[in-house]
């Protein structure tokens, strides 16, 4: 067991990649053969929901050395990977 961040990018990366096999492909992350990735607006709603929902968990782990929750030189990351922004 890593550090909570640790812990969440792992989490992250391997949902991800379930989400994205050709993004997992393209990063040398072992998945199935042959899988595709949902282009659809489905497949999208799907990958924004991950990368908000880890952005949440981001924020409810306190950095070390802090007594309480929050992203240590992060403002909002949400907004640079548009995760709220994305259409389809």
Known sequence: MGSPVYDLCERYV???????PV????????????????YGPDGHA????????????LDRIAPAGTAGP???????????????NRTG
Do not use: H, N, V
Request: glycine share 16%; charged share 25%; aromatic share 2%.
């Open 70 to 84: 929050g992203r240590a030189g992060l403002t909002d990351p949400a907004d640079r990977t548009g995760a709220d």
């Open 14 to 20: 391997t949902a991800a990649a379930g989400l994205d």
């Open 46 to 57: 799907a990958r924004a929901d991950l990368m908000r929902a880890t952005l949440a968990e």
């Open 23 to 38: 993004w997992a492909t393209m990063r040398g992350i072992a998945g199935p053969a042959g899988a595709g990735t949902d």
